[in-house]
Nanobody
Framework: QVQLVESGGGLVQAGGSLRLSCAAS????????MSWFRQAPGKERDFVVA????????YTANSVKGRFTVSRDNAKNTVYLQMNSLKPEDTAVYYC????????????????WGKGTLVTVSS
């Protein structure tokens, strides 16, 4: 059983930046592909970015491409989400997720979820 704990959320003005972290414990972190999803109020949970087990490859949703970057440090059992040029429509709860596939973009591929961290972008 892998536990995932997100941190780094908060309130930021439009155009600002935040870096989210997700610390993993209880499993072999490097054996999982990692993804970030987000869920805005009243909407479905959507895919944001994914990174392979080694960190060599990533995949990014079109809505955040060029603004969000995912990375991981397997020595620290942590995955990061760097968010730049934030927009009010990026406001959501951001979830860290682990999968047994390399670049999971669907919640169906996720085996472990974090509890989420709230990001609020003011205009």
């Amino acid at each position: 059983q892998v536990q995932l704990v997100e941190s780094g959320g908060g309130l930021v003005q439009a155009g600002g930046s935040l870096r989210l972290s997700c610390a993993a414990s209880g499993g072999i972190f490097s054996s999982y592909g990692m993804s970030w999803f987000r869920q805005a109020p009243g909407k479905e949970r959507d895919f944001v970015v994914a990174i392979t087990r080694s960190g060599e490859s990533t995949y990014t949703a079109n809505s955040v491409k060029g603004r969000f970057t995912v990375s991981r440090d397997n020595a620290k059992n942590t995955v990061y989400l760097q968010m730049n040029s934030l927009k009010p429509e990026d406001t959501a709860v951001y979830y860290c997720a682990a999968s047994r596939t390399q670049l999971a973009t669907s919640y169906l591929d996720i085996v472990f979820w974090g509890k989420g961290t709230l990001v609020t972008v003011s205009s």
